[in-house]
């Protein structure tokens, strides 16, 4: 099992970056993809993006592409969300998760089940 915390939220003006970090601690992190989760007030929340155990494949909504970018480091059992040009709508608590692939590289989704989930870290973005 592993334990996912995730940190790096802040106040950002619109236009503005942010790099969130998920440390994973516990068994090693290469044997689990990743995924970030966002909630924006009012909403129900939604998978923003996730990597695979090794790195390999990557996916994102929609409205994520070209502005936000996930990574890993393995050596470091952290996983980052790199966020470009913020917009006042991507405002929210944003968590981060762990699911188990094993110890080949497995890709994954979104949509994918995530078992491990860390506490929220917020994000807003101001106009």
Known sequence: EVAAAGV?????QAGGSLR????????????????????????????VSCISNKGG?????????????????????????????LKPEDTGVYYCAAGYSGGRERAVYLG?????WGKGTQVTVSS
């Open 20 to 47: 969130l970090s998920c440390s994973l601690s516990g068994e090693s992190a290469e044997y689990y993809a990743a995924a970030w989760f966002r909630q924006a007030p009012g909403k129900e929340r939604e998978e």
């Open 57 to 85: 494949n990557t996916d994102y909504s929609d409205s994520m592409k070209g502005r936000f970018t996930i990574s890993r480091d393995n050596a470091q059992n952290t996983v980052y969300l790199q966020m470009n040009s």
């Open 8 to 12: 790096g939220g802040g106040l950002v």
């Open 112 to 116: 994918d089940v995530m078992d491990y």
